[in-house]
């Protein structure tokens, strides 16, 4: 009934930066929070940031000063701004939201995930 679909992962060197987009489309009466999550080969899933849909964030200490979560309620949309990035930055980034479709029944839902990989 809903999915999310994350773009924007790619290559780059240390330093540089990258926006990620999750958007969220389906049946969707309203979006509730969004959370931009990573997960590095061998190691668990990270939650690095939350954005509540009226625009509250909230930040892992990982993450906190480099990266910003932002969203656009109107396209049902969510980013991630990722600066000053490092080879530990390195993993598959997941979009997770939580959605009331218009059914009046809430999900939770995962993207497929967008690789980032930080490397010289």
């Known amino acids: 009934q809903v999915q999310l679909v994350e773009s924007g992962g790619g290559l780059l060197q240390p330093g540089g930066s990258l926006r990620l987009s999750c958007a969220a489309s389906g049946s969707i009466f309203n979006v509730y929070n969004m959370d931009w999550y990573r997960q590095a080969p061998g190691n668990e899933r990270e939650l690095l940031a939350t954005i509540t849909n009226d625009g509250n964030a909230n930040y892992a200490d990982s993450v906190k000063g480099r990266f910003t979560v932002s969203r656009d309620n109107a396209k049902n949309t969510a980013y991630l701004q990722m600066n000053s990035l490092k080879p530990e930055d390195t993993a598959v980034y997941y979009c997770?939201?939580?959605?009331?479709?218009?059914?009046?029944?809430?999900?939770?839902?995962w993207g497929q995930g967008t690789l980032v990989t930080v490397s010289s």
């Open positions: 997770h939201a939580v959605v009331k479709v218009i059914s009046r029944t809430t999900l939770v839902v």
